[in-house]
């Protein structure tokens, strides 16, 4: 009923920088908040930023970021778009990963927030 796009991983240099999306699609009512997660080898899941349903390119928003990315991340929203942007500069070695998009979702036919994940997009930062 509905998906969860992403697109524009791949490998950069130490930093160098990529852009993240995510579109929804599907049976859409409304996105709600949207985020952006990421997974290296070993390690849990964990949050890189989130951004609140009220956000949109031209307002700004309400925003949050984990220590380890704020300053170089950058996560925006495009509302007409139901799509999430992650800008990644001066990226890093250990911010390889694979980053997946989450959103809370209000879909067609159904009561309450449903959350969905995309499919995941591999960002290594190598030399």
């Known amino acids: 009923q509905v998906q969860l796009v992403e697109s524009g991983g791949g490998l950069v240099q130490p930093g160098g920088s990529l852009r993240l999306s995510c579109a929804a699609s599907?049976?859409?009512?409304?996105?709600?908040?949207m985020a952006w997660y990421r997974q290296a080898p070993g390690k849990q899941r964990e949050l890189v930023a989130s951004?609140?349903?009220?956000?949109?390119?031209?307002?700004?928003?309400?925003?949050k970021y984990a220590d380890s990315v704020k300053g170089r991340f950058t996560i925006s929203r495009d509302n007409a778009k139901n799509t999430v942007y992650l800008q990644m500069d001066s990226l890093k070695p250990e911010d390889t990963a694979v980053y997946y998009c989450?959103?809370?979702?209000?879909?067609?036919?159904?009561?309450?927030?449903?959350?969905?994940w995309g499919q995941g997009t591999q960002v290594t930062v190598s030399s």
């Open positions: 989450n959103a809370d979702i209000n879909v067609y036919g159904q009561v309450g927030i449903a959350y969905y």
């Open positions: 599907g049976r859409v009512f409304r996105v709600n908040d």
């Open positions: 951004i609140t349903s009220g956000a949109s390119i031209s307002s700004g928003g309400s925003t």
